[in-house]
């Protein structure tokens, strides 16, 4: 268990420690993907709670805002930049979230974070209407580090 930051030798976990290390600029993008009906597609800016797009993207900003307070051994983070863009394709939508800050640690749970709550909030709108969506692919496609 030694190879894991979270984990200590006498396998307790804890916070790892980041104060000694140099700020940086640092960036990461992640997506997320909703399967549905073709029919849901039709209908999601006009479900029965609303504009599930529009609503979807302030979730996956607040979201990121709140990470520390979901993963237990996040640090919280200064952010400086939160996108996140929905786009409609023939079976679902799809997210993409990039988080942004210049810090001692990566932003790679913000950005995870971000897709994956925007993609519930997706699917907690139309729910009513569709019940044999899926959340597939979440997944971390892009991080990024440079001198602050």
């Given at each position: 268990m030694s190879e894991l930051s979270h984990v200590g030798a006498d396998g307790a976990v804890h916070m790892v420690d980041v104060g000694g290390k140099p700020l940086s600029r640092r960036r990461?993008?992640?997506?997320?993907?909703?399967?549905?009906?073709?029919?849901?597609?039709?209908?999601?800016?006009?479900?029965?709670?609303?504009?599930?797009?529009?609503?979807?993207?302030?979730?996956?900003?607040?979201?990121?805002?709140?990470?520390?307070?979901?993963?237990?051994?996040?640090?919280p983070l200064p952010l400086t930049a939160i996108d996140?863009?929905?786009?409609?394709?023939?079976?679902?939508?799809?997210?993409?979230?990039?988080?942004?800050?210049?810090?001692?640690?990566?932003?790679?749970?913000?950005?995870?974070?971000?897709?994956?709550?925007?993609?519930?909030?997706v699917y907690d709108m139309a729910k009513a209407i569709d019940k044999g969506m899926s959340i597939t692919d979440v997944t971390l496609v892009e991080k990024t580090k440079e001198p602050a």
């Amino acid at each position: 268990m030694s190879e894991l930051s979270h984990v200590g030798a006498d396998g307790a976990v804890h916070m790892v420690d980041v104060g000694g290390k140099p700020l940086s600029r640092r960036r990461a993008v992640a997506r997320a993907t909703v399967r549905m009906a073709a029919g849901t597609v039709a209908r999601l800016e006009d479900l029965p709670k609303g504009d599930a797009l529009t609503t979807a993207q302030l979730a996956g900003i607040m979201a990121a805002k709140r990470t520390s307070e979901l993963i237990p051994l996040c640090h919280p983070l200064p952010l400086t930049a939160i996108d996140v863009r929905l786009a409609i394709v023939p079976d679902g939508v799809t997210i993409e979230a990039a988080a942004e800050t210049t810090a001692q640690t990566g932003v790679e749970m913000e950005a995870l974070t971000a897709a994956t709550v925007a993609a519930l909030t997706v699917y907690d709108m139309a729910k009513a209407i569709d019940k044999g969506m899926s959340i597939t692919d979440v997944t971390l496609v892009e991080k990024t580090k440079e001198p602050a």
